[in-house]
């Protein structure tokens, strides 16, 4: 018989300045994935892009399949550390030529992937500072809501720019998640008016954590980071925090207090759409 899922769980947020050095980025992840594992996590979770972040207008990553790169590397360091790793995102290779998958892997413990999710929404826009950005120029977009159900709960995957789009995380909400995830490289403009704002409303109407490691800082010349990485409660209160720099939160993410919330004001059984 399988155990029943914990009630609890250590989670630890990833904040890093990723380049397109990807020997550094894994150097660095490394260390704050080791540093995560001592101090009790049981999953730790990085940000989008965070073994390549490219310049916009560079060419984009060798595509590889998920058995292969960055994806094969946090199965390593999962099975390593025995812990969940979560792997923001990475450079899948897609079927249409000359794209890539912007995809998110859940490893387990013991290596395997348990969850694959591939980014739905694409960030084109006109970003001060950051001139225009176009992901669907070098991304194919995924179609699948996806939902882990873990021995930690039940897990919903998302990426960035899905953080504005609310039917997403009620799609996964409806799917049983408890706990969102939204690795991110939200840009420095755009977080600094909407990046908290957008995490805590996702939270408070979905009654569910919201976890959000987030890349920081410069990341060449015409690309900045807002950072802020953070993991925020179903009430909508922020729990843990960083505000600059690289390293991680910590929090303890208590799947008791997603239930409390619900059934004190059950507003997804109160919907009328």
């Not at 873990?150 to 995380?169: A, K, N, Q």
């Not at 209160?237 to 619900?262: H, S, Y």
């Amino acid at each position: 018989m399988a155990a029943p899922p914990r009630r609890r769980f250590r989670v630890a947020a990833v904040q890093m300045t990723s380049t397109a050095d990807s020997a550094a980025n894994l150097k660095a992840a490394e260390r704050l994935a080791r540093r995560a594992a001592r101090e009790g996590a049981d999953l730790v979770a990085f940000p989008e892009n965070f073994a390549f972040l490219r310049r916009e207008g560079e060419p984009i990553p060798r595509a590889r399949a998920l058995g292969e790169g960055p994806a094969k590397w946090a199965a390593g360091l999962a099975s390593d550390l025995g812990v969940w790793v979560l792997a923001g995102s990475v450079a899948e290779r897609a079927r249409a030529r000359g794209r890539v998958h912007n995809t998110s892997v859940l490893v387990a413990p013991d290596g395997r992937f348990v969850a694959v999710y591939r980014k739905i929404h694409l960030f084109d826009a006109r970003v001060p500072g950051s001139g225009t950005l176009r992901e669907s120029e070098a991304v194919a977009p995924g179609r699948e809501v996806v939902v882990a159900d873990t021995p930690l709960g039940r897990l919903g995957l998302s990426i960035c720019y899905d953080l504005r789009f609310p039917e997403l995380y009620r799609a996964l909400t409806a799917r049983g998640a408890q706990v969102l995830f939204v690795p991110s490289a939200f840009t420095h403009f755009t977080g600094s008016h909407h990046w908290e704002t957008l995490l805590r409303a996702r939270a408070i109407e979905n009654q569910a954590w919201v976890v959000a490691p987030a890349q920081t800082g410069r990341h060449g010349p015409s690309r900045r980071s807002w950072g802020r990485t953070m993991v925020i409660d179903p009430w909508g209160a922020v729990v843990a925090r960083r505000e600059g720099g690289t390293g991680i939160v910590v929090a303890d993410v208590d799947l008791d207090r997603v239930e409390a919330v619900r059934d004190a004001m059950p507003c997804q059984s109160h919907r009328r759409l």
